[in-house]
């Protein structure tokens, strides 16, 4: 039997509707769910200040972090300079006059004696032998015979291996008594003030010769007070 048209069969419009019916709904469908996705997003405005907040110290953090490295590494470098290559040293006392005086400030050479030796006219800062304290004081003296020489202090001056020695860096003769002669054993170094006046300097007269180890390093420089800066 053959169907007419317009039987049992929908229309070319109502198809169309039906088509068309459809993707309405799915489009609506789909523009709820992307609202819905964009109404979780949706942060509270005190959520949003606490974010920016954060964002604003952290800048502040980063610097005071940096500087206190910074800080941190200066400290230690000069910690090292001081311990293995130099140090500031303050004289106290008479000895040394007239080359050094009380509270002038020295600069004191440490490397210089690990890869070298002292040498004679060496101004030294030395550990003082006669201490027998933990906590040991510190003395400046002057080199004025190393290992094998041979010392000896007659009629106020200074022979080393029997020969005068020109001392510039003093200004009077040796007051205290003869001394010697004495010969420096390896390793040791004979030092005495630059002070002759009569007990003016506690030196190696009174607790020989000093080893090697004791030597701590050579002052240098005079740098404090400004108007005395002088190279030793």
Known sequence: MNTGPGSGTDSPQELEQAALGPRKHRTASAKARKGRIDSGRTERPESAGRRSASRAVSPWL??????????????????????????LSTVEGQSMEPTLYEKEWLFVDKISYRAGTPKIGDVIILKDPADAEPRKEYLVKRIVAGPGDRLEIRQGELY???????????????????????TVQAGHYFVMGDNRHASASRDSRSFQAVPREAILGRADLILWPITKWARL
Request: hydrophobic content about 50%; proline content about 4%; overall charge negative.
């Open 62 to 87: 980063k610097e005071l972090l940096t500087w206190g490295l910074t800080l941190a590494v200066a400290v230690l470098v000069v910690l090292c300079m001081n311990y293995f290559v130099f140090s």
């Open 160 to 182: 080393r291996n029997g020969e005068l020695v020109v001392e510039s860096y003093t200004d009077v003769l040796v007051e205290d008594p003869d001394y010697g002669p004495v």
